[in-house]
């Protein structure tokens, strides 16, 4: 029953060349994670994290090494484009084009960027289609994400949901710099704005539309204290959290540590899965003794409650059946047995 | 000037049926409520508040019951619905066509929870269209409500406020806990999201198509301390509080203490009725002397200042009329006269 | 590469007849108005800043005085109209007619206040290029700015922002006192909401139609302290802070004291200067040695985090073309010369 469920909860862009003497190094070492170091997508960044002047040893990379690894995720290369470029979108739909031809087999969709409205989300679409007619895919095997980072696809988001409905678009991704460059948003001192109503509308659209929505990356990796530099893991914390707390389905990642951090937010704590294991339980006794609205310590619960313990449940479940090192890991092993097996209907 | 001004400060659900040997115990403690404790409008709860079980006894106890009693306010029964399930609707149908078949006349018209998109709004709308027709009652007569809850009808909320500009439907309903279950919304520690970005488009979507728009409800009726458990006032109020500072006409009461709370809430104070009173007065006297944008108190009044003044006044008439025990208890004779009496027009 | 940017940090009303012996007063003292205390629109109020009964008066001061003067920025009369009154509409067109009539060459646009759904801003726009037909104006050269200040019109910003992309349509400005009037916000004690959610849409649909977005106006001019009476400035910046943050591009004034501190505000900071004028020396220096994601003081720069920063100069540039008065007293020359001459290339 989990079979057809999405999980992103990380969404790791690794650029697929960088200015070393092996170009492919953060490549290679993003598709030998292991645990909670591997993302749920692999992101080859063929976009803004490769310089322009890589950009083709970038694409040898990625159709090289992908099919090296037996990466325990999905597999989402970022290409290049824009709403008001057509030289970037044709460069997009060769890169597109070998993608496809190279790797089809081995990856799960592509990745857009600075997608304007609705029509170019569709002539994006149009060029993943084509790529997969030519090479002989099944129609829609190669899935299709984008990132919202102009006024213009935030402006169309509905539109661009509704099409999400029935196609393969499968994730929307926050971009926020971009995003900020074009509405000219500032920092005076406090931050550059969280976007509280594009995220809360990117939550709402993915789920109107049936789509994973995911938020932006988190670039001050590192702080400096009395003479220390030292991972910044409060702060990204924070973010992820909030993105979690919204219904976010994931978050983006730019390093192996933000990677760990996030997969283990996207996942219910121990207790979470504590306290809603016990809610089922106890609702389900008392489901035995013919109560509509129960109260359980307290809480009312009605079938609209029981829906939020039963995502704890599922969500669990998803991760479980990709990624059964992380749930044993992180559970106990008797409160991820009563997990999966709780019955979970309300009637 | 204030009858075709509906008035929902209240929106208080109560189970139609509950597991006691009176069934109907609460149902008939709402319709008996007084004063303070009677909501604006009473809601008959077939749905979630509901066990699956006691539905068919819940029908029963609000056809026979809700004729008995004189009830100060207006009466909204809610059905089963949802986008996603036809069986459902079904159910729905069959208890819209019977509360309109028996009690057609004593209730202004049925609660939709769980919509979609438009077109399930518009499906929702012509069943209760099909049961007035069926049993004789004016086009138009019976009113709905509905429950907004799902990403759908949250990305459509501008197309369901256009056609309300010109149909049955009467206001929009928050529904928090269902749209956390359907976006994925997590409580990680400091509650789930108020869902600022949706409030504030509830309410200007309602305004936009002549609606009401109702928060949603708040289920910690009670808390702990040092031995105690008592009743939740503070939080609730700053929930109704937050609600009508951004413009919604009501909130959702689950207990008559919540219903005197939000009854309260949405009803100016003394002092802003004395102080919007008074500016009125100032600035009638200016206007005799024909200045435009005159100064009361160091701030510049136009029409647009004026109109928030007036909201004031109109809130109080309305109120006024249809429960006047409300008014009279709450203000001074003298200041109440002066607000029924005032010169409203701008020009 | 500046000429087509339109700049409007700052929307000064001014009353166009005021109940005094020269009713121009405040008119011919904002034409009047120099350096930072100049606005970049000076809007001559025939709305609700000028009395009803002084409305044609305005008028003749608009045609008379405008002329006069060599003001530095634009010149925007705001007129009268409604949505929902065929009375307002009517003096609106015969107010636009006499503008251009008489000051078609002088002023830049109209504003129309109060506009609904699409179609309304639609009628505007056809009020105004039937005046420009009617006195042999060139097509497009009047503009149409609009106050968002209905529920109707924030419901449509999406399409009216898609007209906006190619038509006479310039800015978006808010107006929050009819908004609240309309929604029923209330002021419990915190004063009325921000409206984050509205602001938010605001600043992106100008952005994805090309237009400018403008916050609304602040009426608490003057505070009180121990017997002291004094400028707001504190409250006043935070407010415009906030608005700059969110990518607005402007704010409105009331003031002449409001105008220095919008202009200012509205304007990068001479540390903000600095640090991006060096990021992109330093982005340049790194582009000749062939990296794309570099690391500059700890921030990884790509071509989103590079537009950032591009955006402070162009900003400065832009303003540096229409008011070099402003930028040559705010700036050190040294750095405004490097901001002038600086490559903005990303490749």
Request: charged share 35%; glycine share 8%.
């Amino acid at each position: 029953m989990t079979d057809d469920i999405r999980l992103c909860r990380t969404f790791q862009t690794a650029p697929a060349a960088v200015p070393k003497d092996d170009t492919a190094k953060y490549l290679v070492s993003a598709l030998e994670a292991e645990g909670f170091q591997a993302p749920d997508w692999l992101v080859p960044d063929l976009e803004d994290g490769t310089a322009p002047d890589m950009k083709a040893e970038g694409l040898e990379n990625t159709v090289e090494k992908v099919p090296k690894y037996d990466f325990p995720g999905e597999i989402w290369p970022r290409v290049e484009w824009s709403y008001e470029d057509e030289e970037y979108r044709e460069k997009g739909r060769e890169q597109i084009d070998r993608l496809v031809d190279e790797v089809g087999d081995e990856i799960d969709g592509v990745v857009v960027p600075k997608v304007g409205r609705l029509e170019d989300v569709e002539r994006a679409a149009a060029a993943v289609a084509e790529a997969e007619r030519e090479h002989g895919h099944p129609d829609g095997s190669i899935g299709l994400s984008i990132i919202v980072e102009t006024g213009r696809a935030r402006s169309d988001l509905r539109e661009i949901s509704k099409f999400g409905e029935d196609s393969r678009l499968t994730a929307l991704i926050f971009g926020p710099v971009d995003y900020a460059a074009e509405l000219g948003g500032r920092d005076l001192g406090d931050g550059m704005p969280r976007w509280d109503g594009l995220l809360e509308a990117l939550s709402n659209e993915a789920s109107a539309g049936g789509l994973l929505s995911i938020g932006g990356p988190f670039d001050d990796l590192f702080k400096e204290r009395a003479g220390l530099t030292f991972y910044n893991a409060d702060e990204y914390a924070e973010q992820v959290e909030h993105e979690a707390q919204l219904g976010l389905d994931g978050s983006w990642s730019l390093y192996p540590k933000q990677t760990i951090q996030a997969n283990t937010i996207h996942m219910p704590t121990p207790d979470e899965l504590e306290r809603d294991v016990h809610k089922i339980e106890r609702f389900n006794e008392a489901k035995r003794e013919g109560t509509g609205a129960v109260t359980i310590d307290g809480q009312m619960v009605d079938e609209a409650t029981f829906k939020n313990f039963r995502n704890t449940i599922q969500t669990v479940r998803v991760i479980h059946d990709r990624r059964p090192d992380q749930t044993e890991e992180r559970y106990d092993g008797d409160l991820l047995g009563r997990a999966l097996e709780l019955e979970l209907s309300y009637r």
